[in-house]
C-alpha cells in the first residue's frame, strides 16, 4: 500500500471561467436575496470567521479586495473578490465605473473552482443586502419608495425592493434627468403593476415614502432628517469608502443605525462621518443585520422608527452570490474551463 507521499496525484477539476454575460445569465436577483440572507445569518450566529476587506487608492480611483469563508448546500467556500472602482471611468475611458473579478475555492481542500467577472456578482449582491435588509426593517406595509441615483445599481436595488415588499409607487431619481427616465421606462415594462415616476425633486419624494435607496458616488451630505418622515427605512448604499457621503450625520445620530458590519461601517461607511463629526459614539450602534438576522436581535420594534442601513459590502455577501452563480455555472454547457494544476 503506498504512503501517503506515494499516493498518485489527484488531477484537479477544470476551474469555471465566467464572463458578464455567463453570470447574468445565471444568477437572479431572487437567487441572490436567498444567497445574501443565509450569509447574514451565519454571520450573525457567529458561525464563519469575520470577513476581511483591504483597500488601496490610486490616483483616478481604487482597488479593494473583500474575501469571506462560509458553507453553502453542504459544503465550505473561500471567495476573494478584487474590485477596480474609478468613478470617472465611463466618461473617460467609456469603461465601466467597477471592474473586478472574484476567485471561487473550495474550502475543504484548497481547490480553485472558479473565475468569475465580478460586475453582476457585485450589483446583485449589493441590491440583495438592501433586500434582506428591508424584509427586516421596513414597516410590512411599505407602498412607495424613492430611489436616489439611476444608474446600473438604482436599477437593481429597484428590483430587489420589488422582491421583498408591496410596492405599488417608486420614484426614481438622478441629477443625469435621463437616467431616471430610463430606469423608469425599463423597470415599468417590467411590472406594469406599479407605478414608476421620474422626479426632479429628491426630497420631495422622500418625503412621501415608506422606504428610500440611495446608491449614488456623492461625497457630500445630500440626504437630511426633514427629508425623511417617521417609520421610513432608509438604504444607504453609495459609501464604501472614506470619501464618500450621502446622508447628513445628524439623520443617523437621530435615529437607529444597522450596519452590514459594524467596523466597516465606521471604517468606510456612514457610520465613519457620524463618528468623525463627535456627534455618533461607535457604541451608538448596538446591531448590524446579521444578528437581526440571525434573530439574536430584534428588527423594527415600532411603525414609527426611522431605520438606517449602512451598506459598505460584506465580503460574505460575494461569497455567497459567486456559490449560487456556481451551483448553476458546474452543470452548464456554456461554460468555459479551463485547467490548472496539471
Known amino acids: 500500500m503506498p504512503t501517503p507521499a506515494q499516493s498518485p496525484r489527484r488531477t484537479a477539476d477544470p476551474v469555471l471561467l465566467l464572463t458578464r454575460e455567463d453570470v447574468a445569465k445565471l444568477l437572479t436577483i431572487e437567487d441572490c436575496i436567498v444567497a445574501v440572507e443565509h450569509a447574514f445569518r451565519f454571520y450573525g450566529e457567529g458561525t464563519v470567521p469575520p470577513p476581511g476587506i483591504l483597500g488601496t487608492h490610486v490616483e483616478h480611483g481604487g482597488f479593494h479586495i473583500k474575501a469571506g469563508v462560509m458553507p453553502f448546500e453542504g459544503r465550505l467556500f473561500y471567495a476573494a473578490k478584487t474590485n477596480a472602482?474609478?468613478?470617472?471611468?465611463?466618461?473617460?475611458?467609456?469603461?465601466?465605473?467597477?471592474?473586478?473579478?472574484?476567485?471561487?475555492?473550495?474550502a475543504e481542500r484548497g481547490t480553485p473552482l472558479a473565475i468569475l467577472d465580478s460586475i453582476e456578482i457585485t450589483s446583485l449582491r449589493t441590491g440583495a443586502a438592501t433586500a434582506v435588509a428591508a424584509k427586516y426593517l421596513a414597516r410590512k406595509d411599505s407602498k412607495v419608495a424613492t430611489v436616489i441615483g439611476c444608474g446600473t445599481q438604482g436599477r437593481v436595488q429597484t428590483a430587489a425592493l420589488l422582491a421583498v415588499l408591496g410596492?405599488?409607487?417608486?420614484?426614481?431619481y438622478d441629477v443625469d434627468a435621463d437616467r431616471s427616465a430610463a430606469l423608469v421606462a425599463e423597470m415599468q415594462a417590467k411590472k406594469p403593476s406599479v407605478r414608476f415616476e421620474a422626479v426632479t425633486d429628491f426630497a420631495e419624494a422622500a418625503r412621501k415614502s415608506d422606504v428610500v435607496v440611495t446608491c449614488t458616488t456623492a461625497t457630500k451630505p445630500f440626504l437630511l432628517s426633514e427629508?425623511?418622515?417617521?417609520?421610513?427605512?432608509?438604504?444607504?448604499?453609495?459609501?464604501?469608502?472614506?470619501?464618500?457621503?450621502?446622508?447628513?450625520?445628524?439623520?443617523?445620530?437621530?435615529?437607529?443605525?444597522?450596519?452590514?458590519?459594524?467596523?466597516?461601517?465606521?471604517?468606510?461607511?456612514?457610520?465613519?462621518?457620524?463618528?468623525?463629526?463627535?456627534?455618533?459614539?461607535i457604541e451608538d450602534v448596538m446591531v448590524d443585520l446579521g444578528q437581526i438576522v440571525s434573530g439574536r436581535q430584534p428588527g423594527r420594534k415600532?411603525?414609527?422608527?426611522?431605520?438606517?442601513f449602512d451598506s459598505t459590502g460584506m465580503g460574505l455577501q460575494d461569497v455567497a452570490a459567486a456559490c449560487a452563480v456556481y451551483r448553476k455555472a458546474k452543470d452548464a454547457p456554456h461554460v468555459n474551463r479551463i485547467t490548472l494544476n496539471t
Open 85 to 106: 472602482n474609478f468613478p470617472n471611468n465611463p466618461t473617460r475611458h467609456a469603461l465601466p465605473t467597477i471592474q473586478g473579478v472574484v476567485l471561487l475555492f473550495d
Open 302 to 308: 415600532s411603525d414609527d422608527e426611522i431605520i438606517i
Open 167 to 172: 410596492l405599488d409607487t417608486v420614484y426614481a
Open 227 to 281: 427629508h425623511v418622515r417617521r417609520g421610513t427605512f432608509v438604504a444607504a448604499v453609495g459609501a464604501d469608502n472614506e470619501d464618500k457621503q450621502e446622508l447628513d450625520a445628524r439623520l443617523l445620530v437621530a435615529n437607529r443605525v444597522v450596519p452590514d458590519v459594524t467596523q466597516q461601517a465606521a471604517t468606510i461607511g456612514e457610520v465613519h462621518h457620524a463618528l468623525e463629526s463627535g456627534l455618533m459614539k
